[in-house]
């Protein structure tokens, strides 16, 4: 594992555009459960899955009963909003922070990397910490709407200032479209990425999934030189792509990725970044 967490950091060294994505494998130390691994919330709960398949259309259909359930219910994942960045997550921040790291584009809804200190976090599934409008884009802080006042008045669903239309959670729920600014800022990303760093996801969510197989597709034109000294121009990936899982996914086995170091990201990023500033000194 040594020779691969080196393999990394020389590779994050020489990138000009370093982008992570990132998945659930993120937030076990911070507290977070899961949905689908062995002790999962839908594992345990599946009822609790069926419920989350009706959330968005609950929404269209009735906004007003929509955040009645939301806030009148407990949410399965607990306080998610008290929880705190982990290792992994300040490795990430510490990344983006000596210049390495160009974006995080995270499935995670937690919105740790925000707390860790990422500045460009693309947020594919939303987060808990904002609201958003599905007519007009608009988000907002969840804190800039007092949303118990507006149920205790009666006046539910909550508003958007710009358009007046009903706003709901920022999460994408099930059958919801991904935000069109999130989903074409990560096209771009993963588009123009010459290393792509995949840390703590299963890679079987799509659309999220499809944005390594986009990365993969782009070639660059490589010279090379034969022994007998004859030059010639090869299509090779433009992109390197890094797996940093506890289990092998579809992308390891499909090769995608060029390599998987195996382990929990809260031990292996950190170490990763203690080597790249080993490598920089």
């Known amino acids: 594992m040594e020779s691969l967490i080196e393999r990394a950091a020389r590779d994050l060294l020489k990138s ?62 607990g306080n998610i909003q008290d929880a705190k960045p982990n290792p992994g997550h300040h490795a990430l921040a510490e990344l983006e922070t000596i210049g390495i790291l160009k974006a995080v584009l995270t499935q995670n809804i937690d919105a740790l990397h925000e707390k860790a200190g990422n500045k460009r976090v693309l947020e594919y599934h939303g987060s808990v910490l904002k609201l958003r409008c599905p007519a007009c884009g608009t988000r907002f802080k969840r804190n800039d709407y007092d949303l118990q006042g507006l149920m205790s008045a009666g006046q539910l669903p909550p508003r958007c200032n ?22 074409h800022e990560s096209l771009e990303e993963a588009w123009k990425c010459d290393l792509m760093l995949i840390c703590g996801t299963s890679a079987v969510v799509y659309p999220f999934a499809q944005l390594p197989r986009i990365a993969r ?37 499909e090769g995608i990725s060029d390599y998987l170091i195996q382990g929990r990201t809260a031990e292996i990023l950190p170490k990763i970044v203690e080597t790249v500033k080993e490598l920089s000194k």
């Open 16 to 77: 000009n555009h370093a982008i992570a994505l990132t998945g659930a494998g993120m937030s076990p130390e911070s507290g977070i459960r899961d949905f689908r691994g062995p002790n999962g919330i839908w594992t345990k709960d599946p009822e609790a899955e069926k419920r989350a398949y009706q959330t968005y259309h609950n929404f269209l259909r009735n906004p007003k009963e929509y955040w009645e359930g939301v806030l009148s219910g407990r949410s399965s994942l």
């Open 162 to 183: 710009k358009c007046n239309s009903p706003i709901k959670g920022d999460v994408v729920h099930f059958n919801e479209p991904i935000p069109s600014d999130v989903a």
């Open 217 to 253: 597709q782009r070639q660059v034109e490589q010279e090379r030189k034969t022994e007998s000294g004859l030059h010639f121009v090869k299509n090779e990936s433009a992109t390197t792509i890094i797996e940093v899982n506890a289990e092998p996914t579809p992308l390891t086995a």
